[in-house]
């Protein structure tokens, strides 16, 4: 029954969005970095698939360094030390060497999860209690396996306790409240360790593409798409592929409790996002300011309250201007390259 609803339900469609990944050098409102737009992604690894020594490649990547999420930055940096300080090895010893000492550290971030989760589930029925606690004392059999081949999945947990079904409104707040304690179990974008042992695994082409893949600008639903947000322009926001992975569907309530910068990080991000309007450019979409400032405070309940005061367009004038836009393109293919005017 389960896999016959996810074929039926509505796949999300992101293409209204599109316009937004014609922006440059933006700011992630999640995460506070520069975003990389993804076919630069593709020649950077046109680049490195030209190159034959890894020092030469991560070389070449640090002019990317700043774009890094803050993980992927320090593996960038301990990689470049590390290679530059044992001229003799590669890139593969430096995830051998470390591997044992970050596997420990890692059980243990996944440890301290799992003791949270335990803790809450103590608000549930009995029976409840017992369901999870199967999946808890699973996952910490698995992350104990003596011969390190049957690694935990994090993915898989998360779907064992979305499976569990609550009895009552009271458990269904309980155990929304277990899964939000759930997801901060590490992954490889916000554990150093994490990282170090997935990618231990992994070929040296795919390490060093990971380096980037996190800064990628993508299209994010504000209301997930998969508790029913919509796929419409009021609630698409360009964030970095990390932070909208990273999300996942939870409330963005809970993911500024995680961060709380985010609201200044999305404040920068409007800024940046109004000044290419001004200079003309993501013409017949004026009024998106206006549309992801409503968006953003009323799933934040009132936390992302952006500052528009600086935009050169009242919410009136910028209909006005993507509805003389809309009537004039079926007529004319030229762009118009002259800003238009300030209020």
């Given at each position: 029954?389960?896999?016959?609803?996810?074929?039926?339900?509505?796949?999300?469609?992101?293409?209204?969005?599109?316009?937004?990944?014609?922006?440059?050098?933006?700011?992630?409102?999640?995460?506070?970095?520069?975003?990389?737009?993804?076919?630069?992604?593709?020649?950077?690894?046109?680049?490195?698939?030209?190159?034959?020594?890894?020092?030469?490649?991560?070389?070449?990547?640090?002019?990317?360094?700043?774009?890094?999420?803050?993980?992927?930055?320090?593996?960038?940096?301990?990689?470049?030390?590390?290679?530059?300080?044992?001229?003799?090895?590669?890139?593969?010893?430096?995830?051998?060497?470390?591997?044992?000492?970050?596997?420990?550290?890692?059980?243990?971030?996944?440890?301290?999860?799992?003791?949270?989760?335990?803790?809450?589930?103590a608000l549930l029925s009995v029976s409840t209690q017992l369901q999870l606690r199967k999946?808890?004392?699973?996952?910490?059999?698995?992350?104990?396996?003596?011969?390190?081949?049957?690694?935990?999945?994090?993915?898989?947990?998360?779907?064992?306790?979305?499976?569990?079904?609550?009895?009552?409104?009271?458990?269904?707040?309980?155990?929304?409240?277990?899964?939000?304690?759930?997801?901060?179990?590490?992954?490889?974008?916000?554990?150093?360790?994490?990282?170090?042992?997935?990618?231990?695994?992994?070929?040296?082409?795919?390490?060093?593409?990971?380096?980037?893949?996190?800064?990628?600008?993508?299209?994010?639903?504000?209301?997930?798409?998969?508790?029913?947000?919509?796929?419409?322009?009021?609630?698409?926001?360009?964030?970095?592929?990390?932070?909208?992975?990273?999300r996942e569907n939870i409330p963005l309530t809970v993911y500024i409790d995680r961060n709380?910068?985010?609201?200044?990080?999305?404040?920068?991000?409007?800024?940046?996002?109004?000044?290419?309007?001004?200079?003309?450019?993501?013409?017949?979409?004026?009024?998106?300011?206006?549309?992801?400032?409503?968006?953003?405070?009323?799933?934040?309940?009132?936390?992302?309250?952006?500052?528009?005061?600086?935009?050169?367009?009242?919410?009136?004038?910028?209909?006005?201007?993507?509805?003389?836009?809309?009537?004039?393109?079926?007529?004319?293919?030229?762009?118009?390259?002259?800003?238009?005017?300030?209020?």
């Open positions: 029954m389960e896999n016959e609803e996810k074929t039926t339900s509505k796949r999300e469609d992101t293409g209204k969005g599109s316009f937004l990944k014609k922006l440059r050098n933006i700011t992630c409102p999640y995460t506070g970095i520069r975003m990389i737009p993804s076919p630069t992604l593709n020649d950077v690894e046109s680049k490195l698939a030209e190159m034959k020594d890894v020092r030469e490649k991560l070389s070449f990547l640090s002019s990317f360094a700043t774009n890094m999420p803050p993980v992927e930055h320090l593996i960038f940096d301990h990689l470049t030390f590390y290679l530059n300080s044992n001229p003799d090895k590669g890139l593969k010893d430096y995830f051998k060497e470390c591997f044992k000492e970050h596997l420990a550290k890692l059980q243990l971030e996944e440890f301290k999860v799992i003791d949270n989760v335990d803790a809450k589930s999946e808890t004392i699973n996952c910490r059999l698995q992350i104990l396996n003596p011969d390190g081949n049957l690694f935990f999945k994090r993915k898989s947990f998360l779907e064992a306790l979305a499976a569990i079904k609550a009895k009552n409104p009271y458990e269904e707040r309980v155990l929304s409240e277990i899964m939000n304690l759930a997801l901060f179990l590490p992954t490889s974008g916000s554990s150093v360790s994490a990282f170090i042992v997935k990618y231990s695994r992994r070929e040296e082409s795919e390490i060093l593409r990971r380096l980037l893949l996190g800064s990628i600008a993508t299209i994010e639903h504000v209301h997930p798409h998969s508790t029913g947000g919509e796929d419409s322009v009021a609630n698409f926001l360009l964030v970095s592929n990390n932070g909208n992975k990273y709380p910068k985010i609201p200044e990080y999305c404040q920068t991000h409007i800024n940046e996002i109004i000044e290419c309007i001004h200079k003309g450019e993501l013409q017949g979409h004026e009024r998106y300011p206006y549309m992801i400032k409503k968006t953003l405070f009323d799933e934040s309940e009132g936390r992302i309250l952006l500052d528009l005061s600086h935009y050169h367009y009242s919410e009136e004038k910028a209909e006005e201007l993507e509805r003389m836009r809309m009537e004039f393109k079926p007529y004319s293919d030229t762009p118009k390259t002259q800003n238009s005017p300030r209020l």
